[in-house]
Every structure is written in structure tokens, then in C-alpha cells.
T-cell receptor
Framework: KNEVEQSPQNLTAQEGEFITINCSYS?????LHWLQQHPGGGIVSLFM???GKKKHGRLIATINIQEKHSSLHITASHPRDSAVYIC???????????FGTGTSLTVIP | EAGVVQSPRYKIIEKKQPVAFWCNPI?????LYWYLQNLGQGPELLIRYENEEAVDDSQLPKDRFSAERLKGVDSTLKIQPAELGDSAVYLC?????????????FGPGTRLTVL
């Protein structure tokens, strides 16, 4: 049983395309996290949100608490966006995390 | 501010050998996590510490894995003896409570190869 499901698992896009990665979860949460992991690199937190929408540069994250669903959007994608994007949720109480299996994104020039 | 530090970054050992990983969390972070990450998968929790207390070690294979966090700061994760299936990236993370929930910060990981 996976508490966090992501789709798609793999995604290839042309540079400049608008990209959406989806995340659904089945547990109660205190927050949802979007993480980025470059090949051979560490994991970096992109967003942490508990409601609504957040924007940082070309990245936008939204969450619908009622539907237990979040999306990560990348506008005007660039090859440097190529990475694995991981959705994670923190349980109520805050310090127990559940992770999705990640979405591997490749942006082709 | 320094991030989460892990060492070594890479380790290659033969099966049945022991191996140890070290983690220094961000200063002031009470919660420390050890995760295992296989290729193409998300992190899987091995053990979570609150200060020096292991509060969740249900997924730690205790027959061969052990961990400690003396003084509630640095932590070590040990495997003895290592098996071929232990080849993976071992991630350490730490977190602090802010705005009602924790934000995790990850170290670069230790890539273990067991031959």
C-alpha cells in the first residue's frame, strides 16, 4: 500500500513545454512537499504547502486538500529542469514523512 | 548555514564486510532520519530519531543494521554484515518544527555498492 502515488513515472518533454506532475495521497497530512533530485545529487526541497498554491520562478505547486491531490507545474521547461521530482507528505504531528516513487523528467533541447 | 553532512559519499565493499555511515545534521534540528533509496524509488525510512531517542525503527532490519545518535547530534548507521541487496543510497535528513510542521533537509547521501 502506497500512501503517496505520483504520475507519470517518466516524462519526456521538449524545451519550452508546460509540464504537469501529479500526486495523490491517502493519509491525513499536515503538509505536502515537492522535492527535486538531480542524477547523483542530493534531494532539495522545492515547496512545502498545506493549502492553495505557491509559485517560485517557473515552478508552481497547487494542492486540493479535499481531493487529496497536488500538482507541480513547470512553465517554459528547460533542460536543466531534468531531474526526479518526488512528492512527499508529512503526517499530522509533522515529522513522519511518506514519499512517492518520483517522476523522472527529461527535457530535450 | 551548513547543510546536512554525510560521509563517506561513496563506499564499495565486499559482501559480509561491515560498513558504517556518518551524518551530522543541521545545528538545532532535533529530528534525524536515515533513509534507504534504491534506484528509481523514493526514500524509504529506516529509522527516525527525536534527539537521542529512536522513535520509529520499525523498518530497520535489526539483524544486520544498527544506528545510534549519541548526545542527540551526530548519528551513525552500521551494517554488519553487508549483503548484495544492501547496495543503495543511504540518505540522512534532519528537520525542525516550523509553522506547525517540519521541513526536511537532506544530506547528499552515501552510495553503497556491495560486491
Amino acid at each position: 500500500k502506497n500512501e503517496v502515488e505520483q504520475s507519470p513515472q517518466n516524462l519526456t518533454a521538449q524545451e519550452g513545454e508546460f509540464i504537469t506532475i501529479n500526486c495523490s495521497y491517502s493519509v491525513g497530512i499536515s503538509a505536502l512537499h515537492w522535492l527535486q533530485q538531480h542524477p547523483g545529487g542530493g534531494i532539495v526541497s522545492l515547496f512545502m504547502l498545506s493549502s492553495g498554491k505557491k509559485k517560485h520562478g517557473r515552478l508552481i505547486a497547487t494542492i486540493n486538500i479535499q481531493e487529496k491531490h497536488s500538482s507541480l507545474h513547470i512553465t517554459a521547461s528547460h533542460p536543466r529542469d531534468s531531474a526526479v521530482y518526488i512528492c512527499a507528505v508529512s503526517a499530522p504531528g509533522g515529522n513522519q514523512f511518506y514519499f512517492g516513487t518520483g517522476t523522472s523528467l527529461t527535457v530535450i533541447p | 548555514e551548513a547543510g546536512v553532512v554525510q560521509s563517506p559519499r561513496y563506499k564499495i565493499i565486499e559482501k559480509k564486510q561491515p560498513v558504517a555511515f556518518w551524518c551530522n545534521p543541521i545545528s538545532g534540528h532535533n529530528t534525524l532520519y536515515w533513509y534507504l533509496q534504491n534506484l528509481g524509488q523514493g526514500p524509504e525510512l529506516l529509522i527516525r530519531y527525536e534527539n537521542e531517542e529512536a522513535v520509529d525503527d520499525s523498518q530497520l532490519p535489526k539483524d544486520r543494521f544498527s544506528a545510534e545518535r549519541l548526545k542527540g547530534v551526530d548519528s551513525t548507521l552500521k551494517i554488519q554484515p553487508a549483503e548484495l541487496g544492501d547496495s543503495a543510497v543511504y540518505l540522512c535528513a534532519s528537520s525542525h518544527r516550523g509553522q506547525g510542521f517540519d521541513e526536511q533537509f537532506f544530506g547528499p547521501g552515501t552510495r553503497l555498492t556491495v560486491l
